[in-house]
């Protein structure tokens, strides 16, 4: 909903320091303009809009720095509109976007294309990877505004596929943007799938893209930025042998993400949720998901992405191998990571931090992710003492379903404010109200 000048009064604000402060935030137009523990209403303009927050918990916006949004050319997965109502719901305020779209994103003009139909329909603010292809490298050096590129070592198909050291070597070695692979080794990929051909329970995925093909492309990464100082970052990094990897030998310019599903979900979840499990890189063992906790809790790994990745259930349905991987995580990713705080295995600053102050920092956004006079009005103001499980009923993602529905969560958004204007609140959603592009400070 529109307008220029918001009171979210008090609220338990999460500080840059980390402490709490109950008290009141003030913004003006896209920008926080106060915060104090009580700010007078006399000295606001008379049509300020006033939130009483009494008893919630005001975070910085979530920014999602790995997701698949499927516009242009996959819309009846998903749509840009609909992802960022998920967003919105989500407590997402901003979010990153993966090429592997129809047409890809591998030129200025398709990235331009994706940035237009993102001003025209997206709640929340926006940015888009530039993919690598075998033949547009004077695209990955120039194109803009774009958070980096993206390389696909493995498990995809067609162009984006960048499989061979000698091509991998000339995008590390050109140019100076931030470089983020998907680390999957396609030729064991490729050689597993035929040693378990004919084998069509889902948990065979897990097998066939297997702990030892992630790790050999996270070292073939790694042995590229090291020999190139080239800006890494590590996407959804899910193994246990990667996570020590990098804890012995990680670069200051090298930064890693996990997902709330390799965090949370393990091969056990196949025997629940079937296919609706598969994802890329698959889920892991409950001893890969500690060591992935303990990784992020000491700094190992620096944040959190959710790898939205919407499909049909039809698709779903196919039976494995014909199913697609992926599942949608937009808006359950900050309810999954404050109930795990309130349990215990975290803090609320921790999540605030890894799902967006760290990525701020990592990707260069400037203004974003914290709440102090001058940044950008991105906020959300979760309720961390209410339960309520997740209903597909509820859910946004045109995809209609959650790998979690049935989990029984706290710290849903209450009220998502992106760029000074509310987006969500109380369960609905103002579809009026549009994000911006997202710049890149590197
Ligand atoms: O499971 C996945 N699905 N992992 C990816 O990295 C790509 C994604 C998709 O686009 O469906």
Redesign the pocket.
Known sequence: MTTSSLLIRHARILLPDGNFLVGDVQTQDRTIQQVASEIPADSLSPNTREIDANGLTLLPGMIDPQV?FREPGLEYKEDLFTASCACARGGITSFLE?P?TRPLTDNQAALDDKLRRASEKCLVNYGFFIGATADNLPELLQVSPTPGIKI?MG??HGALLIDQEALLEKIFSQGSRLIAV?AEDQARILQRRQEFAGITDPAIHSQIQDNQAALLATQLALKLSKRYQRRLHI??LSTAEEADLLRQDKPAWVTAEVTPQHLLLNTSAYEEIGTLA????PLRLPHDNEVLWQALRDGVIDFIAT?H???TLEEKAQGYPNT????PGVETSLPLMLTQALQGRCTVPQVANWMSTAVAQAYGIPNKGKIAPGYDADLVLVDLDTYQPVRREDLQTKCGWSPFEGWSLTGWPVVTVVGGQIAYEHGQLHTEVRGQALTFAQ
């Not at 697609?324 to 599942?327: F, I, L, Q, R, W």
């Open positions: 698949h993966m592997n696909f498990s995809m998907h996407l959804h598969q994802m890329n890189p790898d990745a919407p499909h697609p991987s992926g599942m």
